[in-house]
């Protein structure tokens, strides 16, 4: 894989197992933050803080690559 990649290659490469996950649960913080938003009595600071950390936590996820090793069979 090249050392250096665009922003395009990195959003659409493929991305590891453990990141995935991370964005799930990403993903699954910022749903209970907008959820926590429709009840009355729960401050806006707390929702705020919770959509806006899973929603970064789920984008900063994304731009993790999956290295593929390197073919060692040569037979040309």
């Known amino acids: 894989m090249n050392k250096f990649c665009t922003l395009w290659l990195r959003i659409t490469g493929a991305t590891p197992t453990f990141f995935k996950r991370v964005q ?8 209970l933050g907008g959820t926590l938003a429709t009840i009355q009595g ?17 984008a900063i996820a994304q731009f993790a690559v999956k290295i593929d090793e390197p073919d060692n069979n040569t037979d040309k």
């Open 24 to 31: 799930a649960i990403g993903l699954g913080v910022a749903g």
């Open 42 to 58: 729960i401050p806006g600071n707390l929702t705020t803080a919770l959509i806006s950390a899973g929603t970064a936590v789920a």
